[in-house]
């Protein structure tokens, strides 16, 4: 391992929370990683701590401009006890691109990828194992210079926590029900809309309160100048199966561009399954609907994996999704991802990373 990581571990470590009932984000592990950037300096000072609040300054510019980038991937517990991380270089490419766009300092993706490691394997005993369950982890890097002037800031702390997780939603693998957004946008071309940070999520929250009143899990998001085109699901990218076809919009600046996106697609092409990413208007998905044609939708991300939707709303029409069940693609790829990411399943796309 080339960075140099220091480890203090726990001298008091916690009783582990009910595998069977773990919900998302709920839990922490006994250590996390943290990392200092100093301009001049670089970053500097890894280190495995035990998990612990921070102290941060007032004034610290993350919570007041919202300069912060985070990230989200997993690993999981093979039967055989090895350790694997699904996809790590994807994820650190993609932080990297966002810190190029919010001006936080780049991470050379080696060290990225040894801090992931260490502290995975740390408290490599607290991955879960039943199905469906793994081990988020969640990378993020916070502005901490003590100024409210509005630039970059000068210093940053780079920090991993873990998290045993189950679900996302607490609907499992059965299907959600979405709610078509065309009064509030989440991001605009040129915005940040394709970056991991902080801000994409709050500018959601409005829709996701008012789906929710409506009965609804999710916002599933048109584009922020005509409110035509479809972008993403606030926590996923989206797919929909018509007529055969695997359709997702094509990256456009701004859409999150998803790791479960791209392996889906990957998949796709590996079994001469026809996709394609394409510019999707909520006319063409309506359509689809009303003639027949849309088989399945369901939405991928880290967190949910595959989310198949049962019913799509839109202003007043309300578009059942195959019976309101998962369909069978959807379970294929689930399988499919799961297995690859546990080990039960040959890897031959080379997508996991043993942590030793
Ligand atoms: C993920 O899928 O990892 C995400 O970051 C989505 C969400 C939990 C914010």
């Not at 571990?9 to 773990?22: E, F, G, Q, V």
């Amino acid at each position: 391992m080339a960075l140099d990581i220091k480890v203090t571990r726990t001298t008091t470590p916690k009783a582990k929370p009910d595998m069977d009932n773990l919900g998302f984000g709920k839990y922490f592990t006994d250590h996390m990683f943290i990392m200092n950037y100093t301009e001049g300096k670089g970053w500097h000072d890894a280190r495995i701590v035990p998990y612990e609040p921070i102290v941060l300054d007032p004034a610290a510019m993350v919570f007041h401009y919202g300069q912060e980038m985070f990230e989200g991937l997993k690993a999981y517990k093979t039967e055989d006890g090895r350790t694997l991380l699904f996809r790590p270089d994807k994820n650190i490419e993609r932080a990297n691109r966002t810190n190029e766009r919010i001006c936080i300092p780049t991470i050379p993706k080696e060290d990225f990828l040894d801090a992931i490691k260490a502290i995975v394997k740390t408290d490599e005993d607290w991955i879960p194992t039943n199905p469906g369950t793994s081990l988020y982890i969640r990378p993020f890097i916070i502005a901490t210079d003590p100024v409210l002037g509005v630039r970059p800031s000068y210093t940053y702390m780079f920090i991993i926590i873990l998290s045993p997780v189950g679900a996302y939603y607490s609907e499992g693998l059965n299907p959600v029900k979405i709610w078509i957004e065309d009064d509030y946008v989440r991001a605009v071309r040129g915005g940040v809309g394709e970056a991991k940070t902080g801000a994409n999520y709050v500018a959601s929250m409005k829709a996701q309160v008012k789906a929710h009143d409506e009965g609804y899990s999710q916002v599933l998001w048109l584009d922020g100048v005509y409110r035509k085109y479809i972008e993403e699901v606030g926590a996923m990218n989206i797919f929909f199966k018509i007529n055969g076809t695997i359709v997702t919009p094509a990256l456009n600046g701004s859409i999150l561009p998803g790791v479960t996106r791209d392996s889906v697609i990957q998949l796709c092409k590996y079994w001469g399954v026809p996709v394609e990413e394409k510019r999707i208007s909520i006319d063409d998905i309506f359509e689809a609907y009303q003639n027949g044609t849309l088989e399945e939708v369901f939405g991928t991300g880290t967190a949910a994996v595959i989310s198949p939707v049962g019913e799509l709303r839109w202003e007043d029409r309300i578009m059942p999704v195959n019976g309101g069940k998962i369909g069978a693609f959807s379970q294929k790829f689930y399988d499919t991802v799961t297995g690859i990411q546990t080990g039960k399943i040959a890897d031959e796309h080379n997508w996991t990373v043993e942590v030793k």
